[in-house]
């Protein structure tokens, strides 16, 4: 089973940046799918990107399409979060998670937070 560990997270402005990224221990990271969820206060965990092994599918929700971006560097058993335009509704715990497929995740991380101001 593979461990994962999230980092990048922290408090920005409306309209500012963050990356988040995800270290994965394991020899088979390249093998995942793997995906970014958040959950706001109060609301259910919600997928908001996937990727598959190879970096070439990627999935996003439409709340974040076309500001966010998932990649995944597999000598690295990292996968990374771009987040620009950031908004208030941003705000959640995000956490990085690994499967079979975007319908399927089986390991996640502990969450990192990410707070977005007006």
């Known amino acids: 089973q593979v461990q994962l560990v999230e980092s990048g997270g922290g408090m920005v402005q409306a309209g500012g940046s963050l990356r988040l990224s995800c270290a994965a221990s394991g020899r088979t990271f390249s093998s995942y799918v793997m995906g970014w969820f958040r959950q706001a206060p109060g609301q259910e965990r919600e997928l908001i990107a996937g990727?598959?092994?190879?970096?070439?599918?990627?999935h996003y929700a439409d709340s974040v399409k076309g500001r966010f971006t998932i990649s995944r560097d597999n000598a690295k058993n990292t996968q990374y979060l771009q987040m620009n335009g950031l908004k208030p509704e941003d705000t959640a715990v995000y956490y990085c998670?690994?499967?079979?497929?975007?319908?399927?995740?089986?390991?996640w991380g502990p969450g990192t937070q990410v707070t977005v101001s007006t």
């Open positions: 998670a690994a499967g079979t497929s975007f319908a399927n995740f089986r390991s």
């Open positions: 990727i598959n092994w190879s970096g070439l599918i990627t």
